[in-house]
Nanobody, 127 residues
Framework: QVQLAESGGGLVQAGGSLRLSCAAS????????MGWFRRAPGKKRDFVAAISRSGDSTYYANSVKGRFIVSRNNADGRLDLHMNSLKPEDTAVYYCAAYLYGSVRFPSSEDGDYGYWGLGTQVTVSS
C-alpha cells in the first residue's frame, strides 16, 4: 500500500523557518518525480515545488522562489521542503504527492498529474 506522510508543520512567526518532510512507503520512491502543493483556507490547491527523480532539477512557484528549497533523499524515501522567510500568506495545509507520468510533461504544476496524496500538514504563519 502506497503511503505518503507529511510532517513538520506548525505555528511560526513571519520571517521564520520550517522544514516539512514527507515519508514515502510502498512505492519505488526514486522512480517518481515529486511535488509539494498547498491549500490555503477557502482556496484551491496550488503548486509549490517539484523535484526530479534524481533530485538534480527543482522547480518552484513564483510565490516561493528564493525562499523555499525542495530536496529528497532517495535512500531514505524522504522528500523535504525547507521554508524560509515565511509570510502570513504561506499559511496553508501542505501536501506532498508523486508525479504519475515519469518524465513526460514534467515539471507540472497541475495537481491532476500527481497522485498518492498525503493527508497534509498545517503551516500557520502569524504576522
Amino acid at each position: 500500500q502506497v503511503q505518503l506522510a507529511e510532517s513538520g508543520g506548525g505555528l511560526v512567526q513571519a520571517g521564520g523557518s520550517l522544514r516539512l518532510s514527507c515519508a514515502a512507503s510502498g512505492l519505488p520512491f526514486s522512480s517518481y518525480p515529486m511535488g509539494w502543493f498547498r491549500r490555503a483556507p477557502g482556496k484551491k490547491r496550488d503548486f509549490v515545488a517539484a523535484i526530479s527523480r534524481s533530485g538534480d532539477s527543482t522547480y518552484y512557484a513564483n510565490s516561493v522562489k528564493g525562499r523555499f528549497i525542495v530536496s529528497r533523499n532517495n535512500a531514505d524515501g524522504r522528500l523535504d521542503l525547507h521554508m524560509n522567510s515565511l509570510k502570513p500568506e504561506d499559511t496553508a495545509v501542505y501536501y506532498c504527492a508523486a508525479y504519475l507520468y515519469g518524465s513526460v510533461r514534467f515539471p507540472s504544476s497541475e495537481d491532476g498529474d500527481y497522485g498518492y496524496w498525503g493527508l497534509g500538514t498545517q503551516v500557520t504563519v502569524s504576522s
